[in-house]
């Protein structure tokens, strides 16, 4: 069994940043993968970030290449994202998921998921 809870949202203003926290319990943290979702009003949930188990690979949905950083620490139990040059759109929940048994990569499916925090965005 693993809990996420994610913390860090908030309200920011465009051309602002945050940083997303998502703490594990837990003894299996690091065998699995990270991915961060979310999910705007009256969309579709996607994946924004995934990081493999070692933080040797890593994914990013075009929308946020070179704006966003996903990392985790294995040590605390904990996988981040950084999020730099916000824009409205980015506004939605974020959730933090894990997954413990993949093959490929990115994770088709995640096991576990965390509560979600709000990011918005204004313009």
């Known amino acids: 069994q693993v809990q996420l809870v994610e913390s860090g949202g908030g309200l920011v203003q465009a051309g602002g940043s945050l940083r997303l926290s998502c703490a594990a319990s837990?003894?299996?943290?690091?065998?699995?993968?990270m991915g961060w979702f979310r999910q705007a009003p009256e969309k579709e949930r996607e994946i924004v970030a995934a990081?493999?188990?070692?933080?040797?690979?890593?994914y990013y949905v075009g929308s946020v290449k070179g704006r966003f950083t996903i990392s985790r620490d294995n040590a605390k139990n904990t996988v981040y994202l950084q999020m730099n040059s916000l824009k409205p759109e980015d506004t939605a929940v974020y959730y933090c998921?894990?997954?413990?048994?993949?093959?490929?990569?990115?994770?088709?499916?995640?096991?576990?998921w965390g509560q979600g925090t709000q990011v918005t965005v204004s313009s």
């Open positions: 998921a894990a997954a413990l048994l993949y093959s490929g990569f990115p994770p088709q499916e995640y096991d576990y």
């Open positions: 837990g003894r299996t943290f690091s065998s699995a993968a």
């Open positions: 990081i493999s188990r070692s933080g040797g690979s890593t």
